[in-house]
Nanobody
Framework: QVQVVESGGGLVQIGGSLRLSCTAS????????VGWYRQRPDNQRELVAD???????TYRDSLKGRFTISRDNAKSTAYLQMNSLKPEDGTRYFC???????????WGQGTQVTVSS
């Protein structure tokens, strides 16, 4: 059974940085793409960044230059480096294993990010 666990969230000041981790077990991690999502005020999830199985990355336009997605297949882990954080970045972040860019049912519980002044 595939399990996905996010970590690395926490409280950070405006302008600070955090690195989120997404670790998967019970799967051939390297064959999946990984998407990082965050929860909007209306409880919908919006895609923040995605990295394909071959390492191609895409980003939400408004976040380009501040967020960086990467992966380490040997550790079955994907990362989201977030810099210059703003109050509006504070929310719950989730990762998902995807297949050819399409989300699967493999979600974690999320990790909370709080940005304060």
């Amino acid at each position: 059974q595939v399990q996905v666990v996010e970590s690395g969230g926490g409280l950070v000041q405006i302008g600070g940085s955090l690195r989120l981790s997404c670790t998967a077990s019970g799967s051939s991690f390297s064959k999946y793409g990984v998407g990082w999502y965050r929860q909007r005020p209306d409880n919908q999830r919006e895609l923040v960044a995605d990295i394909t199985a071959t390492g191609k990355t895409t980003y939400r336009d408004s976040l380009k230059g501040r967020f960086t997605i990467s992966r380490d297949n040997a550790k079955s882990t994907a990362y989201l480096q977030m810099n210059s954080l703003k109050p509006e970045d504070g929310t719950r972040y989730f990762c998902n294993l995807d297949e050819d860019g399409l989300p699967t049912d493999y979600w974690g519980q999320g990790t909370q990010v709080t940005v304060s002044s």
